[in-house]
Structures are given as structure tokens and as C-alpha cells.
């Protein structure tokens, strides 16, 4: 049985001890102590069937973040070549990788596409749950000008030096035209880039191309017609204007909706605009792209 498999049969069974421990018992020290053994055991079971998504046969993507959250910004965690990158620290992007036993101590650094409070306002819970699984201190943040002062402000509120321990901001600084690599090793590449537009108003967007396949993050920025997004798999960015029509994205994901509804709305707008392969991401969706096939997998996580 694959892992998949696996997980959902502990599930099953977690679910058939929570409700009969319910009706027979759950407040005794017995029931108790059996419903606390299985959630240990699907919590278990999850987290090895999570260790597949850092092997090296795909580049992969789950969408992270609070979805309730009033002007939520969904953040975005990537894994290649067995590492883990996380771009915009929204709102509920620790408790979601958490809760799905994704494990933080994989994470490489923080990419902002902007220093916003949307795209920052869980990046001290996720440097303290990175920094409680690993023996490295320090966590790297990339993002546009502004990002050193929030950092600096977030290191001297928490009582770190940025040096030894803390965060430890990188600005690459990218020139509209001219991607800047940010990292590079086991075949993963990634480039900060940004446009005209977004580049005055203080955005940086992200690429990730790891043996073939490619993954373009532009957080609020419109970037799905942009050179350094030329040929991408997929695309995610807030909305579709009518310039994502010409792009040549394999897939253009939306992160801006609201709510389910105003997500099926952005959708609708972009095909009428002649997009033809998008989608709203959700919370808690996996994009896996092979690397020994052209095809784009999206399911639930």
C-alpha cells in the first residue's frame, strides 16, 4: 500500500476510535489513553508520508497559510533537491506546515515578495519553529529594500543579534529586466526578479527552476507576462489582468480570492480574458510537477 494509502487507513481508524471512545467512554483514563495513541500514530504516519515531497523525483509546492484570516496572504512552500523554501511568511504559514507535519527543519530561508505585515506576519513563529527543530540559529530572509528594517525590528523585539542568532536579512535588489540568483545547488536554481511596475512599488517576485521543471511565485504583483517568467509551468500571482492572456505559463494560479466564491469569479474573469488553464489556489493544495514528465498535479495535500 503507498503511502497515500496508508495515511488514510490510520485516518479511518483514528476516526472510528474518536467516535466509538465518544459514544463507550472517551472520558476514561482508558479511552483517553487510546485516542491519544492514535493520533500519535496518524501523526506519525503523516509525517513519513510528508518526507516524500523532499525527494528528488519532483518540484513541489503546498499553499500555506490561514485561510480565515482577514486580508490573508497565502504563503507558499517549495521543496527541491530535498531543501525547503517558504515565500511570504502570511498569516498562519507555521500552524498549516505544522499541522500537516511538514517539517520546518527542512527550511532553507524566507522569500518576500514585499516587507508588507501580509507577507511577514508569521515570520517570527516560523524562525521559532525552525530554529527549535535545527541546530542553525540564524535564518535567512530575502525580500525588497524595506525587508532589513523589519528584520533588524523583529531581531531587537525578540533579543537576537541577526549574526549569531535571529533572522538575517539578504536584499538581492534585482533591476527590472535582470533576475538576480538568490541560491544555487543539487540542480535548483533561485532567481529574484521584478518589473517595472512592481519594482515601484517595492515588489520582488520568484523563480524556481530545478532540472527542467520551473515555478513562478509574484505574490501581489502581475508577473505571468514578465521575460523571467517565460515559459514557467506554472504562475502564481494575486489576480489576472488581461496581459496574463499572453502568457505562456503552463498554469496561472490565483492567489488573491477571498473566499471560494471570489475565487471561482477571478477565475471566470481570467477565461473570459482568454486565460485558458487557471485556477484559484487554496490552503493546503500540493502542486507536484514530475521530473520525468511534462504533467502538472494538483490535489489536496
Known sequence: ?????????????????????????????????ALARAYEA??????????????????????????????????????????????????????????????LDRLDAVLLTSAGL??????????????RARDNALLPVYGPADTQRMVDGLNQAAGF?????G???????????????????DGLVVSAFTTQEDAFSGRVAYRFDYRGRSIVVGGDGRVANAPAAANADVVLQAQAGVEAAGSDAGLLMLTGAEN???GRIQVSEARAAGV???????VGMLVELPLDNMDINVRPL
Open 276 to 282: 485558458e488553464n487557471v485556477t484559484t489556489a487554496r
Open 1 to 33: 500500500m503507498n503511502a497515500i494509502g496508508k495515511s488514510s487507513v490510520v485516518f479511518v481508524t483514528l476516526s472510528g476510535l474518536f467516535w466509538s471512545g465518544w459514544v463507550l467512554g472517551s472520558q476514561t483514563p482508558e479511552g483517553q489513553e
Open 167 to 185: 533572522l538575517q536579512a539578504w536584499g538581492p535588489s534585482p533591476e527590472p529586466g535582470t533576475p538576480v540568483i538568490v541560491f544555487e545547488a
Open 42 to 103: 496518524y501523526s506519525e504516519q503523516q509525517a513519513t508520508s510528508n518526507e516524500t515531497l523532499f525527494n528528488t523525483t519532483a518540484l513541489r509546492a503546498v499553499v500555506c497559510g490561514d485561510a480565515d484570516a482577514e486580508n490573508a496572504q497565502p504563503c507558499l512552500a517549495i521543496m527541491a533537491a530535498g531543501r525547503m523554501f517558504i515565500v511570504d511568511a502570511g498569516s498562519g504559514a507555521a500552524s498549516t506546515l505544522n499541522g500537516r507535519n511538514i517539517p
Open 260 to 262: 471560494p466564491m471570489a
Open 161 to 165: 543579534d541577526g549574526m549569531e542568532r
Open 118 to 131: 501580509n507577507q511577514t506576519a508569521d515570520l517570527d513563529e516560523l524562525y521559532g519553529a525552525a530554529s
